[in-house]
């Protein structure tokens, strides 16, 4: 198990930028990380990840506002979010230990969650 502690959630207004960033307890290798979000009265969806090798995957509605990025030597993971929307408002969650990119049930370690809020 790895803990993951999720940071750089807040309000901002809608074309505002924010970074989040997911610290974890420790390094994990060969495995998959992502973001995923979920709003009130909606389901979870993936945002972005990061598989083993490096290459990145991006929801499609993502690729060009969102861009994922890791920092191997201190374990953490970040999210830079710009032109946001409030229809980007959510809780944003780090995962690790998946098993397929952007696929939530495959992931076994999961933050507590940022939450973010974009007014119009």
């Known amino acids: 198990q790895v803990q993951l502690v999720e940071s750089g959630g807040g309000s901002v207004q809608a074309g505002g930028s924010l970074r989040l960033a997911c610290t974890a307890s420790r390094t994990i290798r060969g495995t998959y990380w992502a973001w995923f979000r979920q709003a009130p009265g909606k389901e979870r969806e993936a945002v972005a990840c990061?598989?083993?090798?490096?290459?990145?995957g991006y929801a499609d509605s993502e690729t060009a506002r969102f861009t994922i990025s890791q920092d191997k030597s201190k374990n953490i993971l970040y999210l830079q979010m710009n032109n946001l929307q409030p229809e980007d408002s959510a809780m944003y969650y780090c995962?690790?230990?998946?098993?397929?990119?952007?696929?939530?049930?495959?992931?076994?370690?999961w933050g507590q969650g940022t939450q973010v809020t974009v007014s119009s």
């Open positions: 995962a690790a230990g998946g098993t397929a990119c952007l696929s939530g049930h495959t992931y076994m370690n």
């Open positions: 990061i598989k083993p090798r490096g290459n990145i």
